[in-house]
């Protein structure tokens, strides 16, 4: 099940004033563009902002997204109709015999179970045209992100039209070994509302992301470094041979 943060209707719908700076998603717009593709897959669409991003540059695009809350808030903005929405996970791909998919920001880590995170790579593989692309980030452990995901750290006010002022912070609250979960609360001075949302990320090490793309057919191209993150995440450029 997704995270509340993604599938609670009220949560959704201040999900991305909350996270405004989408300056992240320059970087997987530049490798499709080097890639020539001219059809994506955006895997973990969320409310769209990717998907639309591209489709307003005219490539094809199809957003998938198990949360059904943030396809709600993706499908209502300007251009959505321009974007193939599908509700569910990567296993839920048909064969779009797409140049490219893509899991940006937390997405791969947010696929904790390793039969799901399987099954994500295959379905991903089926999508793809042979040739084609699966890029994906995810945060190098030695860093140790989330030692600053606390209230304190992470506390942000935003006053919105029509809402009011929301506020929301995350506070960590456990690291088992790969596996580190916090929680998101977020308030909404109009009414008092206070909605929290539990998360877990799966911290992978690059030899074992390397060992998983290769045991469901996929060749590693290359490992780069974020430019907007430098030495914080290993994006992992992948192809279906």
């Known amino acids: 099940m997704p995270d509340a943060i993604f599938a609670h209707p009220r949560l959704a719908a201040v999900y991305d004033p909350l996270d405004p700076d989408r300056g992240d998603l320059d970087v997987y717009a530049a490798i499709a ?36 809350a943030s396809l709600d808030v993706a499908r209502a903005k300007p251009g959505a109709g321009a974007v193939r929405w599908i509700h569910g996970d990567a296993t839920a791909l048909p064969p779009l015999r797409a140049d ?14 390793p039969q799901d995170w399987r099954a994500t790579l295959d379905g991903v593989r089926r999508a793809l045209r042979p040739g084609g692309h699966l890029v994906f980030e995810t945060r190098d452990p030695a860093r140790r992100a989330w030692l600053g995901w606390t209230k304190e750290e992470t506390r942000q006010s935003v006053e919105l039209p029509g809402i009011g002022r ?76």
């Open 33 to 68: 563009a080097e890639l020539g593709a001219r059809s994506v897959v955006d895997v973990g669409c969320g409310t769209g902002t990717f998907a639309l991003l591209l489709a307003g540059r005219g490539l094809e695009v199809t957003g998938v997204d198990p949360a059904a």
């Open 100 to 113: 490219l998919a893509t899991m940006t920001a937390n997405v791969a880590q947010a696929i904790t179970d």
């Open 166 to 241: 929301v506020t929301q912070w995350h506070d960590l609250l456990d690291v088992s070994g790969p596996l580190v979960t916090f929680r998101t609360t977020v308030v909404f001075a109009s009414d008092g509302a206070e909605l929290v949302s539990h998360s877990t990320l799966r911290f992978r090490e690059r030899a074992e992301v390397e060992a998983d793309l290769a045991a469901h057919g996929y060749e590693v191209r290359e490992v780069r470094d974020a430019p907007d993150r430098p030495g914080r995440e290993f994006v992992f450029l992948a192809v279906r041979p």
